[in-house]
């Protein structure tokens, strides 16, 4: 059973209609409580760093959410959720984030190095491009995956990226440390590439389950 974080941020309709598309069951809440038997968590995330953790603070969620990840059962952030899981951002002034994982998430320059203009935000289909193997790409395709953010994470630590796209420089796409996962694009709107990394997701949420059922 995989819990989608409900804080009021999230793409919540679209994520769990994807998991409804892969037959696996899901709940959405913001309860802790409840959250607390799902087998893996999802957060999701659409709007502003600072507002997110803001509210995740203010209902105690991120302390949830540390203790979660503890724990080793699998997490994964999605767009902006996964950007919380790093150590700050600098939407709207700096803001500590979860710093699960190393980096930190700055805005698009908008412009080259050579002076030339490009679009903020990052909107469209980009290519992934496979950084190193893990349970969350098996089978999935080196394919077109669809992005919206004006904001990128900087300065990760590399073996921590899963795999890239390419906007005026590396867009970490893909990021996973242990337990603790996360995509920067949509994959609930990314077609089969992304369906198939939601699946690799929730088939790793059913072999942790299952391992902790013969210990």
């Not at 998991?19 to 959405?28: A, H, K, M, S, V």
């Amino acid at each position: 059973m995989i819990g989608i974080v409900d804080y009021g941020m999230g793409n919540l309709h679209s994520v769990s209609k994807a998991l409804e598309r892969l037959n696996y069951d899901y709940f959405i809440s913001e309860d802790q409580d409840e959250l607390q038997k799902a087998d893996g968590l999802i957060l999701p995330g659409v709007g502003s760093f600072k507002d997110a953790m803001a509210i995740l603070r203010s209902e105690k969620l991120d302390q949830f959410l540390l203790e979660w990840a503890r724990s080793g059962k699998p997490l994964l952030g999605i767009c902006l959720g996964m950007q919380l899981l790093f150590e700050e951002s600098e939407e709207n002034g700096e803001t500590k984030g979860l710093a699960l994982l190393q980096g930190k998430v700055r805005r698009f320059k908008g412009v080259t190095q050579s002076g030339e203009r490009y679009k903020v935000p990052h909107m469209g289909w980009n290519r992934l491009e496979f950084q190193q193997k893990h349970p969350l790409l098996d089978d999935v395709e080196e394919g077109h995956v669809y992005f919206v953010h004006s904001y990128v994470v900087q300065g990760m630590d590399p073996t921590q990226l899963l795999a890239s796209s390419s906007y005026n420089g590396v867009v970490p796409a893909v990021v996973g440390k242990n337990n603790v996962l996360g995509a920067q694009f949509h994959p609930e709107k990314s077609s089969t590439v992304g369906m198939k990394l939601l699946e690799n997701f929730a088939n790793l949420v059913t072999k942790k389950r299952e391992a902790k059922i013969h210990e």
